[in-house]
């Protein structure tokens, strides 16, 4: 074998993601039944929902770690980082449980799964999975549903509606940051910005939200 580029075991998932905001680890999942909202989906039906698989690869050695070894049942969602620590999202489905675990970055507590905080949360306090997502920053527990309504479920619990074109962006103190896009009748995107406690609307500018692999925020105008 040629040994210009590095081999990487990454048994079978193909793409990798960069951990936004950490220039040293890259993720990839493979995804056995879809995203979480297909996998809950299968499992309402009475389907038997088989775990998919989170990796992590270290950058520039190229290790890979598996902090999380999901088990039947249980489904595994997009990861996130934040304030040195790699938080990762699993639904056990036949338990009824919602669970954000955090590890310490490094790539010796990462390979030895050694979690240092965990929460749990019950599967019943949201209607489904869908658009169920880790958030920052602070670090939330966030789902934007199908009806049109945002919520922050962990650690605060919030919810309002938003418009059927918005998308959550970003948090800064008590203000949210949303994506929002119109065709009247040309194409345009703006950011909405909405009060945490109750979504009103308190700015709007013309833009389109782009989050850089380091963590930086843009507004393309």
């Known amino acids: ?26 993720w990839g999942m493979d995804y056995t039944h879809g995203d979480l909202h297909e996998a809950e989906e299968l499992f309402r039906d009475g389907h038997p929902v088989s775990q998919n698989k989170l990796l992590f690869v270290h950058d520039p050695d190229g290790r890979v770690a598996q902090p999380v070894a999901a088990q039947k049942g249980q489904y595994l969602g997009r990861p ?10 699993m639904v056990d489905f036949s338990a009824g449980q919602i669970s954000v675990i955090q590890f310490d970055s490094s790539l010796e507590h990462i390979q030895a799964r050694e979690a240092i905080e ?19 920053a602070p670090l939330m527990l966030t789902r934007q549903g199908s009806e049109d309504t945002f919520q922050i479920i962990w650690p605060e619990q919030v919810s309002f509606a938003i418009g059927e074109r918005e998308s959550f962006w970003v948090r800064r103190g008590d203000k949210l940051y949303f994506s929002a896009w119109e065709e009247d009748p040309e194409y345009r995107e703006e950011i909405i910005v909405r009060k945490l406690e109750t979504g009103e609307v308190i700015d709007r500018f013309p833009g389109s939200s782009v989050t850089l692999p380091d963590g930086r925020l843009w507004v393309l105008t």
């Open 1 to 26: 074998m040629e040994h210009f580029f590095k081999q990487i075991n990454t048994q079978g998932i193909t793409c990798l993601e960069p951990l936004t905001g950490c220039n040293e680890w890259y």
């Open 118 to 136: 965990r929460t749990d949360v019950p599967l019943s306090t949201i209607k489904d999975c869908y658009n169920l997502m880790l958030k920052t």
């Open 80 to 89: 996130v980082y934040y304030d040195g620590r790699i938080i990762i999202l």
